[in-house]
T-cell receptor
């Protein structure tokens, strides 16, 4: 089992460009999450999907959109990247909302 | 919203020594998760605590949730280089995890 995979691992964008971060899990989990991690601030939840077909905003959703493509895949889209979105992005999944979460290796995004 | 404060922010410990990290919540904790992160990598689940007074151990790491369920501690006995990294606590808040800022642990020879 690969667990949770994320692509790409690194990305550099110019202000205003768009991109999609991909996430997939092979554990048959119902719930999936997108976080961003910034120095000194821990992880902050951007969006989550409690189950296939549903998505909800987390703590810092502005500037992002998500798609739960199927049970395995949950993508995060930046429509018009801004320097404030420079961060490390983590995808996670869990069996259900109250179970432990399994994390992917992260995507390091720099917006110039 | 629930706020989690971790202390210390960072610590340096000599190999073989013990260390303790604290996680204090502004509200009652209904589920408290401990994770470890190595630099540049994702988070690895360590333990979950739910009941006041609960204590769990895995290898040389012990985590406790106090009776009032507003503070948790993570204790490492006889630290090793493999214990170096960032430790984060996360509180179960209506099915979502609210994380503390993390504690960076450095283990010196």
């Amino acid at each position: 089992n690969a667990g949770v995979t994320q692509t790409p691992k690194f990305q550099v964008l110019k202000t205003g460009q768009s991109m999609t971060l991909q996430c997939a899990q092979d554990m048959n989990h119902n719930s999936m999450y997108w976080y961003r991690q910034d120095p000194g601030m821990g992880l902050r939840l951007i969006y989550y999907s409690a189950s296939e077909g549903t998505t909800d905003k987390g703590e810092v959703p502005n500037g992002y959109n998500v798609s739960r493509l199927n049970k395995r895949e949950f993508s995060l889209r930046l429509e018009s990247a801004a320097p404030s979105q420079t961060s490390v992005y983590f995808c996670a999944s869990s069996e259900d909302r109250v179970h432990e979460q399994f994390f992917g290796p992260g995507t390091r995004l720099t917006v110039l | 919203s629930q706020e989690l404060e971790q202390s210390p922010q960072s610590l340096i410990v000599q190999e073989g020594k013990n260390l303790t990290i604290n996680c204090t919540s502004s509200k009652t904790l209904y589920g408290l998760y401990w994770y470890k992160q190595k630099y540049g990598e994702g988070l690895i689940f360590l333990m979950m605590l739910q009941k006041g007074g609960e204590e769990k151990s895995h290898e040389k790491i012990t985590a406790k949730l106090d009776e009032k369920k507003q503070q948790s501690s993570l204790h490492i006995t006889a630290s090793q280089p493999s214990h170096a990294g960032i430790y984060l606590c996360g509180a179960d808040t209506w099915g979502k995890l609210q994380f503390g800022a993390g504690t960076q642990v450095v283990v010196t020879p």
